[in-house]
């Protein structure tokens, strides 16, 4: 197909700057974008605020377990009680590592337990978060996240600006003349007119978004760099589909009718349907049935727990056993017995969930706004794979916790204040693997 | 002439393939949606019923067990849906399932679905209430968008006006021949829909329901056939009408969600949590702290009953202590509770200032309390399990603290079955249509506001409508 010349370029370029519908469309589309990357931005903003101030926070409350500590020194039953609530406080409470286009996928955080804490108590009925509290019903309501804002809007623009381009001149009478009157014919002419709708298709996403990214202290050049090119493909392949519909051999309206039918299509129908297969080929399984086998576990090792804590000691000939095991050694044992009988089932909801992530990343590519919104959370580090890398750093990181304290509360001694220097503490890995 | 003129409109509108054939793609789509959903919902009541039985079932066989351990190993109250939820889940998503019940300590509910969901744009899931309340405007708008248009295109309006047809009799007749073709293509649906919901106590909520839904219909045709009344095309009575759609729809709900976070925010988790340790510990303002209101309890308590030591109370010494205690405690949950709550009610007040812009704002809030996945539904239920959760535990205590003397360890197991399977069941009924429709007033007032906004400025533009 023969290009674009200069004259071409020229007279798209005059046309679309003459089309007062264009500008107002492009308009309100950089607002209200522009609007959520503002909110976008300045969540992310928080987040590392917070993250920022987390040591401060650690130290505040160092201080106050070393004064608990100091007011029932060891080695004494008094101060292993007092571990004991050292091992159940904030102290072990941790926070979800992130990339640098956190402003990209920071709404995840909003559902996702982000802020798990490393305890001596089970995870599985604690329901005291220490993340952020939300309204359900602004959670429900609230912005999606500034990819899905764009996958929402942008194709909208995309096609009222492009679909209907050829159509439009056919009703007016004037596709004849323009075939008459181009040498090569239509082609460049719709090419070069697409092109215009591209550039400031693409230019009006970009300048709108950057703030989100401006404003995140941990964005980097990098990670805006991708973001633009992903939003470059992004309008390529609306833009395309408008041109597509624009050449059928259609009415007008009925092009932009075919055009919204698309829209609804591939940002919500296609979605829901791969959520479905999704859940359907990777069933997650039921909470509610997860808590029958929780309390199970919970009075197994009730029943059992002093033949746990027998065990225990003998597992740690080191440590003087102190038999029959009263509280709060008899709750450790219980605890770790417990943990590890529902660790296979932790396990089965975190597969499940990595399955149906994988599920819908496979074919995402039939909803292009899936696709970007996916690409927004890898950027930002809050896709599932990252969740769940967290969880796991979270598992080893208790795993240590436990393996610090527990024999300080087994041996009835507890800790000293001096101890709190080795305190383990989580360490938050970047970047993604690989 | 109205009539007549309704009359013409649905006529044009069946005979136009837009309306079968858009209108069978919608009423098929909402028939697959929502009788998924009921199936899903039918299923998730099965397995509460299940599961609390089990858990019931758990907690009546534990065997002989240290009371005050066996009432930390707690009850579980689980949320039933209604029958609309299946409609519209409303809040159900984002907020828990399970809420565990035991002494001194008053807990969230856990394992939000939200948390477990498969990764997706997160533009709300496809649900009846979203093929009913942002689909079916759309198709309003695509069908309605050329009614005055077209007449002023082909020429008919100039003759209409020449013939002295005034302009209110006549948009107003396109309006009713908008709605009324509409409610033809949904009314399959509709007795679909009042079947699988009605009959299963849902009837006088799902008549609610209806009668909204007209309202909300007949506002978005007014919108359209006015808007069409004003534009000189077609194409641009569309544009417009998508703008409006994507606006009312998607924009307003969620930048004025952010907003309303923005300027009444909650507190975090760890200083609610921490706010409440702090009170329970350092007492409320006047109050003493924890240990000086234990210390003074003690020493009435020991005066009281004459004895020195609280090893020689002829009553549990522990049970009594931990009655006193969760009193304290349970008194300053719900007063951090309370302003929890309160906090998220003046977030829905802004809410719905800031939504007032659109007739899609209240028509969710509507949906949402008749399908009772609103907060206030969400309120009512966790109320109710804190307060069945103070009265077992107040009933164990009781027990402990007359079945024993002085103190006792925590290590003995002294109580049984009998004991268990005395403490009443957890039931739960929702509330009513009354608590539905009283804490939607206000929504359903903006709704009401809208439809006559809406035929007021039609009849208005139509004054000067423009052949």
Known sequence: MPYPRLIHWQAEGLRLYRQPVAWWALAALLLVLLASATVAGLDARAWRQAAAQDETAFADKLHAQQLRLQASPAPSAASATATYQLGRSDLGVTRMPVEAGLALGVQRLQVLPSRTKASLDTRHVDSRDPGPLRNPLLTDTGLPGLPAMVALLLPLVALVLCAGLLQEEREQGRLGLLRVQSHYGIGPILLAALGWRLLALWMVAVAATMPALLLDPGATAAVALQWAAALGAFCALWVALGGILSCLPISGATSILAALGLWLALTFAVPAGLVLLAQKAAPLPSRLSAVVALRDAQHQAEDNEQALAEAWYDEHPHIPAQQPAAWPASFVVRVLDQDETLQPLVEQFRQSRVRQAQQVSAWSWLSPGLALALYGEWLAGTDVDSHTRYQQQVDAFEQRWRAFLVPRVMSKQGMRVEELRQLPRFEEPHGHPG | ?467
């Open chain 2, 1 to 467: 002439m109205i009539a007549s003129i309704a009359a013409k409109e649905m006529r044009a509108l069946l005979r136009d393939g837009r309306l079968s054939g858009l209108g069978l793609v919608l009423v098929l789509l909402l028939a697959a949606v929502l009788v998924s959903a009921v199936h899903q919902r039918q299923v998730a009541e099965q397995e509460r019923h299940q599961v609390e039985a089990a858990a019931r079932a758990q907690w009546d066989h534990q065997g002989d067990r240290n009371p005050h351990r066996a009432a930390h190993f707690g009850l579980y109250a689980f949320k039933p849906q209604l029958p609309l939820s299946s409609v519209d889940p409303g809040i159900h998503a984002r907020t828990g399932q399970a809420l565990w019940l035991e002494p001194h300590k008053r807990n969230m509910a856990l394992h939000a679905p939200a948390a477990d969901a498969a990764p997706s744009m997160g533009l709300g899931d496809f649900t009846p209430a979203f093929v009913l309340l942002a689909l079916v405007p759309l198709l309003l708008a695509v069908l309605g968008h050329g009614s005055v248009t077209q007449e002023r295109e082909q020429g008919t309006l100039r003759m209409l006006h020449a013939c002295g047809m005034r302009g209110v009799p006549l948009v107003l007749g396109k309006w009713l021949g908008l709605c009324a073709s509409v409610a033809l293509v949904l009314a399959p649906a509709a007795l679909v829909a009042g079947w699988l919901l009605a009959a299963r106590q849902g009837a006088a909520e799902a008549a609610m329901l209806l009668a909204a839904l007209g309202a909300y219909y007949a506002t978005w045709a007014a919108v359209t056939v006015g808007v069409s009344s004003r534009c000189r095309t077609s194409r641009g009575a569309l544009l417009v009408l998508l703008a409006l759609w994507v606006g009312w729809v998607f924009i307003v709900p969620r930048l004025a969600a952010s907003t309303v976070e923005a300027l009444a925010p909650l507190p975090t988790g760890e200083a609610f949590w921490a706010g409440i340790q702090r009170d329970i510990d350092q007492g409320l303002p006047g109050e003493g702290s924890a240990a000086q209101r234990m210390k003074a309890f003690d020493a009435q308590l020991l005066a009281d009953n004459g004895v020195a030591r609280l090893e020689d109370l002829p009553f549990g010494a522990n049970a009594k202590r931990r009655l006193f205690r969760d009193a304290y405690a349970t008194k300053v949950y719900a007063l951090h509770f309370g302003q929890l709550w309160d906090t998220q009610a003046q977030q829905q007040y802004l809410l719905r200032w800031l939504t007032a812009v659109s007739p899609y704002a209240p028509m969710r809030a509507v949906t949402s309390a008749l399908a009772g996945t609103d907060l206030a539904h969400q309120q009512h239920f966790e109320e109710a399990a804190e307060q069945y959760r103070e009265r077992f535990t107040t009933l164990v205590d009781e027990w402990d603290l007359q079945a024993t003397q002085g103190v006792t360890s925590f290590e003995s197991r002294y109580a049984g079955n009998a004991l268990w399977q005395a403490i009443p069941e957890w039931t739960y009924t929702p509330p009513g249509i009354g608590f539905a429709l009283r804490h939607s007033a206000a929504d359903w007032a903006a709704l009401a506001a809208w439809l006559l906004a809406a035929l007021t400025a039609l009849c208005l533009g139509a004054r000067r409508l423009n052949p």
